[in-house]
């Protein structure tokens, strides 16, 4: 059946519909203090001295090597570092018990006063011995310049706060062991990445791991790598040789999944009185939580190095820090470090026009790269004044402009193609059974498999069988992130198609779908890319805000450069749900701590989630300059998350003459002044 | 030791008989003791609607109601709604030649929302359908593609009629 | 997040209710629709040892006309409420604040009496009940009682019934003819409750206004009559001064705190400001300008 005909019927698989004989249901015990010393734990069944494993980084924005004195621990080491860390663990037959006995789990404390505010953390006392500063990254891009005393100097405090990724389906693993293979599955963007992890973590031979993809509920970047529930939840299952059974609840998911934004940027942005930038200087802050296994050691280097969008930038000096605080480790959320780059040097840009009482996008015309460079930071700009210019044309801004409160973003995105992806196709009984290393998770690529095989081996699509990761079926892959799949995993499909073609070439003189179909065939490619590519778009948004301060967003367009569009229906929903998200971001979303660094956020409505009343109908333009990937395609999925903060936080700036520097903004920020 | 209750629910037809315990909720329920994995869980709070079913004839959220309320309703879940026939509803198809899904999570909710919404509505706007399903949280689509799915389905429903018209759990509301 | 155990008990009569009730004194609780308490145990934050469910008494739904107002049964639902023509046409005030209360699907479960009875003080139904003067009847182990609505919410989460006692109708007199209501809620777009909301209930003699009842939701530990503001309109005329004095007074003698909801001079603002808006809106469906 095909997928969305199952999914449809209710008859889907997701991790939580697995049910095996004798399956014990795991629960967390987790710190109720953002900082604290543990003095005690009775009551649990697992904890730190029996299950003292460490959990390290992969996945997306993985960097290199192992345990560090900040990894992860499985189960909190005599110190936990935020609210939520799993401290010990509980099981029983059924998930209504675990929950009683989770109750039951008795954690002595000696609380710590926490370090909440990145900025202030670098201030404070270092959070670990033995740590010398609480900045785990602190690196400089570009080099130090002189500005010309003439010119204009924009300056902002930029703030994007942090954001839960919230999946409608939380995080979840089923593991089971027959005494030689532990046998994983889960909901995955990387069934790899997990194999990978598990493999370091607790110490166990690759090949006696498989993990298996199950239909997959949303994930947003979340969902890449491993988590410190999955390691316990393995272990268990070896030590009991029982099939166990993890789902996170919503609460466990806002207070520790892995959230994604939460970065500082304290930015100077120099230009000539014509508008022409002549240097950016500054510093760029994450807020990393108190452990590392999620992004924070690799987002502010990523976020440095965008900091010239798609603008010629002859002179850059900016330092990138990665602060400790007493929050879940900060990690991947749809585009990873892109948003919240475009977003600052954007606002810059809206700065700059306002400043030189110029059109923003016609300053923007003015900075658009004449030819493709290497800016200061060290990123490849593509040219981008001509895309700019039909941007302009195609989402109609001189209309806008004249009528509405309207804000525009450009921006460039730049695909995760580099390290490649991995396909393997195998026909047997007449049939085509796919499987992939990126692993799809709401974006449908079942449906971009089968039009690509059809046009490669004309095997029309209901001979194939696009299926979920599983490590057992494909010896390799990477992870379905970074706008990366339609360029490298279509890719990957087509080279296999091309092979499994060659091959019947050989053994019959010439290809046919007969000979296809009729033969086994089993061809694994790992298409193999160094280059990061990269693709320009453009966002149009208008709104109005009423005498409350309410945000009513009215038309949101989008016009992004998407190569060869392979699946143009998917393409429209990649869009319209990314805009929602980037609404989300500009306008409610948010994971907020009081000053001891206790969440605020219980539910996934207060954490800001948009439901369909909220939020306008999109629209999206092509620009369709084709890749150099076999595919042609470029990705888009990260482009509305990049884009519609900006354009829609100049929109508000247009309609209250507020000046708008962080996101969420808060609603309060926006009341007008009363009139009585 | 709390006290188990037995309790009788009709599923999509069929009466469904067993002692349970008084906290356990009706997504539970269907999902773990009746077996239709179709109906979803994704938040603790009753904001999401991935599990909404319909009880009575109305859209609910199972995982707000205990087993126990349901004592003696008739329930219609996502699998229900094509039940026995090859051929999906109107409302499934029309999810699936609009787009109107992707990762497939909140679908079943979304399905029987919207399922509800069209049993009580003709020539429904899109305010309407977009008021109608602001209980059920998607984060995919962004909502176009099942707005534009619910507006097929209506359609769809005006001309071939509901194959579940005289499923006995759907009253059709005046 | 699942509830911890409790005992269930759905008698099929209102006198078993109360004997149960009875049993367990303070510590067995009613059941309605359970669409707040029932995520209020899964959260796991309070255990109630006994639920007493009224699912299976018959005859505690209805919205009946009489000669002196509408009787509502306890656990008529929401979405009974918000399609009902009766309550549109003589409470649109109890129609704007059903079709705002959480989402379509919680108020197809929801019911009138669990949404009073639960006294939360972001709850929508109290202020309007308050502001329409209705009575409550509450059924004990003596028989009935009646108690306004003004004297029914005693504190957050605490009302006046006895621990043996059941909500179990709602009786909301009719006003004069030139008569209108509206309640006003503000929400920050997706969160579960408003940051403030309010309802007015006005009664005009010509031009001036005879009778006025406000109450607000959210803003306070109680619903409760805003009897200060109710005096700057009775009696009066009333255009922009007598309402932005009304309004003042609802901000000022209201309690917000500051949360993750807002700092309090932002609630009150807010406040201030639909309180205008309703009473405008009241003033208007009363025949008013």
Redesign the interface.
């Known amino acids: 059946m ?13 991790v ?2 697995i ?1 095996m004989p004798g399956m014990l249901y795991l629960g967390f015990a987790r710190s109720q203090y953002a900082r604290a010393k543990i003095l005690k734990i009775s009551g649990a069944h697992l904890t730190h001295k029996e299950v003292n494993f460490e959990v390290v980084e992969v996945g997306e924005g993985a960097t290199e090597g192992g345990p560090t004195a900040l990894s992860h621990p499985v189960l909190a080491n005599g110190y936990v570092g935020y609210v939520g860390q799993p401290v010990a663990a509980v099981y029983s037959d059924d ?2 018990t675990a ?2 006995l989770i ?1 039951s789990v008795e954690i002595e404390y000696e609380p710590l006063k926490a370090i909440v505010d990145p900025e202030e953390s670098l201030k404070r006392e270092a959070m670990y011995p033995g740590v010398r500063s609480n900045a785990i990254v602190d690196r400089y891009f570009g080099k130090e310049f002189t500005p010309d005393p003439s010119d204009i100097v924009i300056e902002r405090r930029l703030v994007n706060r942090r954001i839960a990724t ?5 995080r979840g693993i089923v593991a089971a062991y027959d005494g030689n293979k532990l046998t994983v599955w889960v909901s995955t963007q990387s069934a790899h990445s997990i194999k990978e992890g598990l493999s370091e973590a607790l110490k166990m031979e690759p090949d006696r791991i498989r993990v298996v993809q199950v ?4 994930a ?1 970047g979340l969902k890449g790598g491993l988590f410190p529930e999955y390691v316990v939840a393995c272990y268990l299952a070896m030590k009991e040789r029982r099939p166990v059974k993890w789902i996170e ?3 466990e998911h806002l207070l520790a999944s892995r959230p994604g934004r939460g970065v500082v940027a304290n930015l100077k942005l120099y230009a000539k009185r014509d508008g022409t930038i002549t240097g950016l200087k500054g510093d760029v802050i994450v807020d990393n939580g108190a452990f590392t296994g999620g992004s924070g050691e690799f987002s502010p280097m990523f976020i440095a190095r965008q900091l010239a969008g798609a603008y010629y930038l002859p002179n850059a000096h900016v330092r990138a820090l990665s602060v400790l605080t007493n929050k879940a480790p900060q990690g991947p959320y749809r585009g990873a470090g892109r948003p919240e780059a475009m977003y600052f040097i954007e606002r810059l840009v809206d700065g700059l026009a306002d400043e030189l009482k110029m059109d923003p996008v016609e300053l923007r015309l003015i900075n658009a790269a004449k030819e493709t460079y290497t800016s200061p930071l060290g990123m490849q700009v593509e040219k981008s004044r001509a895309f700019l210019e039909s941007a302009i044309k195609e989402l109609d801004y001189e209309k806008y402009k004249e009528k509405e409160n309207v804000g525009f973003a450009f921006l460039i995105l730049y695909h995760a193609t580099a390290g490649g992806e991995s396909a393997r196709i195998k026909v047997e009984d007449g049939r085509l059974k796919v499987w992939t290393g990126g692993n799809a ?4 690529h079942d449906i971009f498999i089968k039009t690509l095989l059809k046009e490669e081996l004309g095997v029309s699509e209901d001979l194939v069988d696009a299926l979920k990761g599983d490590t057992d079926q494909l010896q390799d892959g990477v992870g379905a992130w970074g706008s990366r799949s339609s360029m490298v995993l279509s890719s990957a499909v087509i080279v296999a198609a091309r092979k499994i073609k060659e091959q019947i070439e050989k053994k019959h003189g010439k290809y046919t779908l007969k000979a296809l179909l009729d033969g086994n065939w089993d061809e694994y490619e790992f298409f193999k890319y160094d280059k990061t590519e990269s693709s320009l778009g453009a966002n149009l948004v208008t709104a109005d805000v009423d ?2 301060g ?1 945000v009513r967003v009215k038309e949101c367009l989008s016009y992004y450069d998407a190569g060869r569009v392979l699946d143009p ?2 393409a ?2 990649q ?7 980037g609404i989300g971001q500009t ?2 979303e948010e994971l ?1 701590f009081d000053e001891d660094g206790l969440p ?7 954490a ?8 306008p ?2 629209g999206i333009k092509f620009h369709k300059s084709e890749s150099p990937l076999p595919s042609k395609a470029k990705g888009i999925g990260e482009a509305p998350t990049i884009g519609v903060p900006i354009a829609l936080s100049r929109a508000i700036e247009k309609a209250t003459g507020k000046l708008i520097v962080e996101t969420p903004i ?3 920020y926006l ?1 007008p002044a ?1 009139k ?1 | 030791m709390v006290s188990k209750k037995n309790i009788s629910i009709t599923v999509n037809g069929e009466a469904k008989e067993a002692e349970v ?1 008084p ?2 909720l009706l997504a ?1 329920f269907l ?2 003791v009746v ?11 009753t ?2 609607g ?1 599990c909404t079913v319909i009880m009575d004839g109305k859209a609910v959220k199972s995982c707000t109601i205990l087993a126990v309320q349901a004592n003696g309703r008739k329930i219609l ?3 229900g ?2 039940k026995g026939r090859e051929k ?1 509803h109107p409302v ?2 029309s ?2 030649d609009k ?1 109107g ?8 909710g979304m ?1 029987l929302t919207s399922y509800w919404l069209l049993k009580n509505r003709k020539n429904v706007t ?1 305010e309407e ?3 109608a ?15 534009e799915s619910i507006k097929d389905a209506s359609k769809k429903m005006e001309e071939e009629g509901d194959p579940i018209e005289e499923h006995p759990e759907i009253k059709v509301r005046a | ?5 409790f005992e269930y008990f759905a008698p099929t009569g209102i006198d078993e209710v109360i004997d149960i009730l009875a049993k367990y004194p303070g510590e067995a609780k009613i059941l309605a629709g359970g669409q707040s308490i029932i995520p209020l145990l899964k ?2 934050i309070s255990s109630i040892p006994y639920l007493v469910s009224l699912s299976e008494v018959k005859g505690l739904s209805y919205i009946d006309e009489g000669s002196e107002g509408v009787r509502i049964g306890a656990m008529t639902i929401d979405s009974d409420l918000e399609n009902s023509d009766l309550v549109k046409k003589r409470f649109p005030i109890l129609h704007d604040a059903t079709e705002q209360l959480a ?1 379509p699907l919680v108020r197809n479960v929801g019911t009138i009496g669990g949404n009073l009875s639960h006294a939360d003080p972001a709850n929508d139904l109290p202020a309007v009940m308050i502001a329409l003067g209705a009575r409550f009847t509450l059924r004990g182990k003596g028989g009935s009682r009646e108690v306004e609505a003004k004297d029914f919410f005693l504190d957050t989460f605490t009302t006046a019934l006895e621990p043996e006692e059941v909500l179990t109708e709602i009786n909301i007199p009719f006003w004069g003819k030139k008569s209108g209501g509206a309640y006003v809620k ?1 929400k ?5 409750f408003s ?1 403030a909301a309010v309802a007015v209930q006005l009664e005009l003699d010509g031009n001036r206004c005879r009778k006025a009842h406000i109450a607000t939701t959210s803003v306070s530990p109680k619903s409760g009559r805003m009897e200060k503001a109710e005096k700057a309109l009775i009696g009066a005329e009333l255009n ?1 001064h007598a309402i ?1 004095k009304a309004a003042a007074e609802v901000a000022t003698s209201s309690e917000p705190v500051s ?2 909801y ?2 309090e001079e ?1 609630k009150r ?2 406040l ?3 309180t205008r808006e309703a009473i405008n809106k009241a003033l208007s469906r009363a025949g008013g300008n």
């Open positions: 095909e997928l969305s005909e199952k999914l449809v019927r209710g008859e889907g698989r997701f939580d519909d049910q998930r209504y929950e009683d109750d919230n999946p409608i389906e939380p239909d997959t509920g949303g947003f609840t919503r609460r998770h709401g974006q449908r005498g409350y309410r229906d998917n429209r929903g869009n319209a749900g990314g805009a929602v998200q306008l409610s907020a605020l956020i219980t539910s996934i409505s207060d800001g989630v948009l439901s369909a009343d909220l939020v109908k999109f808060k609603p309060e009341l009363g009585d | 315990e906290r356990m539970h999902r773990d077996g239709l994995t179709g109906t979803h869980i994704g938040c603790d709070t904001n999401c991935a879940t996502i699998e709604l094509s999906l499934q198809q999810f699936v787009h899904l992707q990762c497939g999570y909140c679908t079943s399905i899109e359908i977009r008021a399903i602001s209980g059920n949280l998607c984060r995919c689509t962004g909502y176009d593609n099942i707005v | 997040m699942n509830p911890p155990t959260s796991r989402d503000f920050k777009n997706t969160w579960n940051v922009d932005s949360d993750s807002g700092p932002y603002e807010i201030r400001r639909i």
